[in-house]
């Protein structure tokens, strides 16, 4: 016969059995989560990068000053994919960080900026061939500027990007803003040549980039326009934008029934002295390869449109400026162009009139 034991002893084996059982539970389950946390800790994590400003410095209130903790000069600390921001603060003198500036010229040749009838039907190496069309616009904004979205079949075509012979045609992927310009006014023959001059104390109101970009490698091409306002009516070619900044919201694309045409934009301008050269991009993460076109002259807008565009943006967005590497200014339909590098106090002339045969 069994043998009867008491209740409470039954309710005390029941109770540790199913505490056993509960250890048991939990211990399996810690040990999953402990697997689990093992695993995750061996996957890459998504970074998610800082908002950046464009405030260089801070003050204390002891009236001293700081790099700002999200400014261009911190742009790298940022975020792990944006390390070639650091470029800028380490390299003082060539290198392929941008923007760049140009304190250059000669007085026996055509400076940047200047006119040359035929510039643009130029096809030896270098030159530089546009293929744009209208096309309907679509716009999106963040907190810095307003990009118009391209489309269609717009193209930039390089011949001589950073080789001779090298041909490649990019298309254009979206152009957008930047108060002040990014890149200073070139120097030019007509600039005082005192040594006082200094290229860094001239900057446009305004720069557009039009943003180009090759299928095949990746690589992009940014043709840089330079923008004043000093216009005594409206440029006609860039209200539809400025007229219908008021009608965006931060990360929202939205397309109006408006058309535009990336080639007003820069009709009058190809037949100017250009430069160009290589650089990167001058918002994280800073990517070098860029070639630059900084095109001659300015375009004009009205003090109204100037405005319109600063009560949307009032924040200046221009990355700080630095000497460049290898450039050249683009100042002949049937030769060369100059090139040139840094040398501590400016530019020297490097290579002046290349020949190419047609």
Same mark, same amino acid.
């Given at each position: 016969?069994?043998?009867?034991?008491?209740?409470?002893?039954?309710?005390?084996?029941?109770?540790?059995?199913?505490?056993?059982?509960?250890?048991?539970? $939990?211990?399996?389950?810690?040990?999953?989560?402990?697997?689990?946390?093992?695993?995750?800790?061996?996957?890459?994590?998504?970074?998610?990068?800082?908002?950046?400003?464009?405030?260089?410095?801070?003050?204390?209130?002891?009236?001293?000053?700081?790099?700002?903790?999200?400014?261009?000069?911190?742009? $790298?600390?940022?975020?792990?994919?944006? #390390?070639?921001?650091?470029?800028?603060?380490?390299?003082?003198?060539?290198?392929?960080?941008?923007?760049?500036?140009?304190?250059?010229?000669?007085?026996?040749?055509?400076? $940047?900026?200047?006119?040359?009838?035929?510039?643009?039907?130029?096809?030896?190496?270098?030159?530089?061939?546009?293929?744009?069309?209208?096309?309907?616009?679509?716009?999106?904004?963040?907190?810095?500027?307003?990009?118009?979205?391209?489309?269609?079949?717009?193209?930039?075509?390089?011949?001589?990007?950073?080789?001779?012979?090298?041909?490649?045609?990019?298309?254009?992927?979206?152009?957008?803003?930047?108060?002040?310009?990014?890149?200073?006014?070139?120097?030019?023959?007509?600039?005082?040549?005192?040594?006082?001059?200094?290229?860094?104390?001239?900057?446009?109101?305004?720069?557009?980039?039009?943003?180009?970009?090759?299928?095949?490698?990746?690589?992009?091409?940014?043709?840089?326009?330079?923008?004043?306002?000093?216009?005594?009516?409206?440029?006609?070619?860039?209200?539809?934008?400025?007229?219908?900044?008021?009608? #965006?919201?931060?990360?929202?694309?939205?397309?109006?029934?408006?058309?535009?045409?990336?080639?007003?934009?820069?009709?009058? #301008?190809?037949?100017?002295?250009?430069?160009?050269?290589?650089?990167?991009?001058?918002?994280?993460?800073?990517?070098?390869?860029?070639? $630059?076109? #900084?095109?001659?002259?300015?375009?004009?807008?009205?003090?109204?449109?100037?405005?319109?565009?600063?009560?949307?943006?009032?924040?200046?967005?221009?990355?700080?400026?630095?000497?460049?590497?290898?450039?050249?200014?683009?100042?002949?339909?049937?030769?060369?162009?100059?090139?040139?590098?840094?040398?501590?106090?400016?530019?020297?002339?490097?290579?002046?009139?290349?020949?190419?045969?047609?």
């Amino acid at each position: 016969m069994p043998v009867n034991k008491p209740v409470g002893d039954n309710v005390r084996i029941s109770a540790v059995r199913k505490s056993t059982q509960c250890n048991t539970a $939990w211990t399996k389950r810690s040990a999953l989560f402990v697997t689990l946390a093992g695993a995750l800790s061996l996957m890459p994590s998504a970074v998610v990068p800082q908002e950046f400003v464009y405030d260089e410095f801070k003050k204390r209130p002891d009236g001293s000053g700081y790099y700002h903790e999200k400014g261009p000069y911190k742009w $790298w600390t940022l975020s792990p994919d944006w #390390l070639h921001c650091k470029d800028i603060e380490t390299t003082q003198r060539g290198g392929s960080q941008s923007p760049a500036y140009f304190n250059f010229t000669e007085s026996n040749t055509v400076s $940047w900026g200047e006119r040359v009838p035929g510039l643009s039907a130029r096809t030896a190496n270098p030159s530089t061939r546009f293929s744009y069309s209208s096309m309907p616009l679509k716009m999106t904004r963040d907190q810095h500027t307003v990009e118009v979205v391209a489309s269609g079949d717009n193209t930039l075509t390089i011949n001589g990007t950073h080789a001779v012979g090298n041909v490649t045609s990019y298309r254009l992927m979206q152009f957008h803003f930047h108060h002040p310009s990014e890149h200073f006014k070139p120097r030019q023959r007509s600039d005082p040549l005192d040594q006082y001059y200094d290229v860094r104390k001239h900057k446009f109101d305004m720069e557009l980039h039009l943003v180009h970009k090759d299928d095949v490698s990746g690589e992009l091409a940014v043709l840089a326009v330079f923008i004043k306002a000093d216009g005594a009516t409206d440029n006609p070619a860039l209200e539809p934008i400025f007229a219908n900044l008021a009608n #965006l919201e931060i990360g929202k694309e939205k397309e109006f029934n408006l058309t535009i045409n990336p080639d007003d934009l820069v009709r009058e #301008l190809r037949d100017n002295a250009y430069i160009r050269y290589r650089g990167s991009k001058t918002t994280p993460p800073c990517s070098p390869g860029v070639n $630059w076109t #900084l095109m001659g002259g300015a375009l004009s807008i009205s003090p109204r449109q100037f405005t319109a565009y600063k009560l949307t943006f009032p924040d200046p967005n221009a990355r700080p400026s630095r000497p460049p590497g290898d450039w050249m200014v683009v100042n002949s339909p049937t030769l060369g162009s100059n090139w040139g590098f840094y040398l501590y106090s400016g530019f020297v002339p490097l290579q002046p009139w290349v020949f190419l045969p047609e």
